[in-house]
């Protein structure tokens, strides 16, 4: 859409990346428990998953019967707690011996106080009592804690919150997406001058009180000439692309990359690996596919679908 003659911007073109973790922290920092008025995981509403996940995790933590004591299990991303709770309930349940739940521990990690205070009022979480705790960090600092201690990480639907560039490929060469906010002042009901400057310092005690503010943003796209020598794990991410067509926009996951990295060095050798839940392009053959989505938005929220082709073989690397 080209707004530009008629609405106002809140900023200049940037990479994509970066207007999208803006964002996505002023969503997450006013909405709290509202994110779920917007959607839905997979999680959030069934317990399939999650007991699924703790069957899985009970086999394995079975084998190292004589492994030390306790075990941690980390979420990253923790929605409405329900996939804590079902995991929880159904370990319990399964572990007739208790040899494996009465020395699990549960660190629910989330970037929002809000929905980690959302998360804590879930019913079955709470019959789990000295089993569980809550971290507010951001999935882009985790030093806070001991590297080889955790046995075992969930994500939940955070790779395509985190820091993602888009890449086009045009005439053999690359592109990357800048976008721009607008707003139209009129429509939204705001001071554009109070709103700017709300917006560009992340002014959450301020924005908290109009959240569909963030829904009556337009973002404009353009493309610049890019060279990627410089980009983390870049000859993976050129074999990547040479396999693309031109003209599709490719989403590069760099902050879900940034993730295994961590995972990697928090979970203590031999531990029970790592699990992460998402939505994206599978294979080449989605990434290739024409006119498909990579993006969403969600109350105002920028998410990018996840590159599981590229994350693989960054992962296998």
Request: hydrophobic share 35%; net charge negative; proline share 4%.
């Amino acid at each position: 859409m080209n707004s530009a003659t008629r609405f106002p911007p809140l900023g200049d073109f940037k990479p994509a990346d970066e207007w999208q973790t803006h964002i996505n922290e002023i969503f997450y920092g006013i909405q709290g428990p509202g994110i779920h008025d917007h959607f839905q995981t997979f999680v959030s509403q069934d317990h399939r998953l999650a007991h699924a996940l703790a069957e899985d995790y009970f086999e394995q933590a079975n084998k190292q019967a004589n492994s030390s004591k306790p075990r941690f299990i980390m979420e990253w991303g923790v929605g409405n707690g329900n996939l804590a709770g079902c995991f929880l309930s159904h370990l319990k349940s399964i572990d007739t011996k208790r040899n494996v739940y009465p020395d699990t521990r549960y660190i629910l990690c989330d970037f929002s106080m809000e929905i980690l205070k959302g998360a804590s009022n879930n019913e079955r979480l709470k019959s789990h009592k000295g089993k569980f705790s809550m971290v507010q960090i951001d999935a882009n600092h985790m030093d806070c804690f001991y590297e080889g201690t955790i046995d075992k990480i969930f994500s939940n639907e955070i790779w395509d919150d985190l820091s993602t560039k888009v890449l086009l490929k045009r005439d053999s060469s690359l592109y990357e997406e800048y976008i721009q906010p607008l707003i139209d002042p009129i429509a939204a009901g705001v001071n554009i001058d109070d709103f700017f400057k709300q917006f560009n310092e992340k002014d959450l005690d301020s924005l908290k009180y109009r959240p569909e503010l963030l829904r009556s943003i337009v973002w404009e796209k353009t493309y610049q000439r890019v060279y990627i020598d410089d980009w983390p794990q870049a000859e993976i991410l050129q074999a990547h692309v040479d396999l693309l067509f031109e003209e599709i926009p490719i989403p590069v996951n760099f902050g879900a990359l940034a993730t295994l990295k961590r995972a990697r060095k928090l979970l203590r050798e031999g531990g029970l690996g790592y699990t992460g839940m998402d939505y994206g392009m599978y294979s080449l053959r989605e990434l290739n596919f024409p006119e498909r989505p990579y993006f969403n938005l969600y109350g105002g929220q920028y998410t990018f679908m996840v590159n599981f082709e590229l994350l693989s073989q960054w992962a296998r690397a």
